[in-house]
């Protein structure tokens, strides 16, 4: 994989973060760091869009007869044959 080098300023504060999650063990140096929030953060965007798009999805598919506690029964019915 190819990379990119960057260049970046942050406040001092931040820089005391960051060197406080390196020294913590968690990252070997700020680049992972990084690398790590910015995974983070395609990963909320991706998770957002799917949202967005069952939004859409329950929206158009108009409404529904069934009790909020029938919807709900469905609904763990469904995650438990999904997760068996």
Do not use: C, P
Not at 25 to 37: A, I, M, Q, T, V
């Amino acid at each position: 994989m190819a990379m990119t080098r960057k260049t970046i300023t942050i406040t001092d504060q931040m820089d005391d973060w960051v060197k406080g999650q390196v020294e913590s063990g968690k990252y070997g140096n700020d680049s992972e760091y990084f690398r790590d929030l910015i995974r983070k953060d395609q990963s909320k965007e991706d998770n957002l869009e799917t949202l967005r798009n069952l939004l859409v999805e329950g929206e158009q598919s108009g409404s529904s007869n069934l009790s909020v506690t029938d919807i709900w029964d469905e609904a763990e019915e469904r995650h438990l044959a999904e997760n068996a």
